[in-house]
């Protein structure tokens, strides 16, 4: 199907051929691999080569073609199965190809979405159809609708997400958290932002980055690389400061750097990292941790927190509790 998708880039395509071709272009992971086609055969051109005369000669041919699939299929006895086809078609052509088709079509495109998701205990890496790559963190969403790269680039994000983003300067990647959004170009960053709601953090690696609200068009904070930005969601305050970026995105490679952490919020990334519940009593959550996770199993992370600080790990049916040991602290104060 490569070749006859290269064939359709370069209007060489027979009728026999794009009927093939949108047949294919129903299933939805053929969609993704389509996109991937084109960006190959764009980058296989020499520098400023495209049929016909130039980039601009390229889309009205692509917008041509599809005016062209649009008439023949408009005709056909089989008109209702024509506009489910049409939609998933139109949706995977170039960029004016989606703009004829925007203008003309009398039939709304139903908006549609995408979730991609990493269970609790797990790390998954997903390519968007632009390109961009995408790490999810354990317990982590990313959602994005049926025309991101054609007229948006806009996903919605719960939990935590490292993005290596291909730069396109007229559709810039905006990345919604719960209210904050951030919004690049093409960089290398990281967002967390777990369901809780009350705050987000980004830090980042490579390139620009402009924080903004929710409601607005208007940045409030543009990033520098190296920073590292906290944001209270409630309020709208934010802290920025130098960070060593490694310490926060490490993750994705299995490695979690513990950096003066609350018990609580260690125990949050413990619960996701290795799909284990935890019980806190009171009299613990004041004590801190420094430390670095190296896919270590469980057992060896929770017998360094007995030996670094007075707490006494059991495991009662399904969940871990973690309590104070006061014959430690006894031992200690003698």
Request: glycine share 6%.
């Amino acid at each position: 199907m490569k070749d006859t998708a290269f064939k359709y880039f370069e209007g060489q395509a027979t009728d026999a051929e794009l009927e093939q071709l949108l047949h294919w272009l129903q299933n939805e992971e053929n969609r993704l691999v389509f996109n991937s086609y084109r960006l190959d055969w764009k980058k296989s051109l020499e520098p400023g080569r495209f049929p016909g005369g130039g980039e601009e000669s390229w889309n009205k041919l692509q917008a041509e073609l599809g005016q062209k699939s649009y008439n023949r299929w408009q005709e056909s006895r089989k008109i209702q199965q024509f506009f489910r086809v049409a939609a998933i078609f139109f949706f995977v052509v170039s960029l004016a190809s989606m703009a004829w088709y925007f203008t003309n079509q009398p039939q709304t495109i139903p908006e549609t979405y995408t979730s991609v998701m990493a269970e609790n205990g797990q790390i998954s890496k997903v390519q968007l159809p632009d390109g961009s790559l995408v790490w999810l963190n354990a317990g982590s969403k990313l959602t994005y609708n049926n025309f991101f790269s054609t007229v948006n680039r806009e996903v919605s994000l719960s939990g935590e997400a490292y993005f290596d983003v291909t730069k396109n300067e007229t559709l810039p990647l905006v990345v919604d958290c719960n209210g904050l959004k951030v919004k690049v170009l093409g960089t290398r960053f990281n967002v967390n932002a777990y369901e809780s709601g009350e705050k987000a953090e980004v830090v980042l690696e490579e390139g620009t980055v402009e924080l903004l609200n929710a409601n607005s068009t208007i940045g409030f904070y543009r990033m520098k690389p190296g920073e590292r930005v906290n944001v209270n969601l409630e309020t709208n305050q934010y802290a920025a400061g130098m960070v060593n970026t490694a310490r926060y995105t490490s993750w994705r490679e299995g490695i979690i750097n513990i950096y003066n952490l609350s018990i609580e919020d260690l125990v949050k990334r413990l619960e996701k990292r290795y799909n284990q519940q935890f019980e806190l009593a009171p009299e613990v959550k004041d004590l801190r941790y420094t430390f670095t996770i190296e896919n270590e199993p469980l057992e060896d992370v929770l017998k360094l927190m007995e030996r670094i600080t007075p707490v006494k790990v059991e495991q009662t049916d399904e969940t871990i509790k973690i309590e104070l040991d006061k014959k430690k602290i006894r031992e200690v104060g003698r």
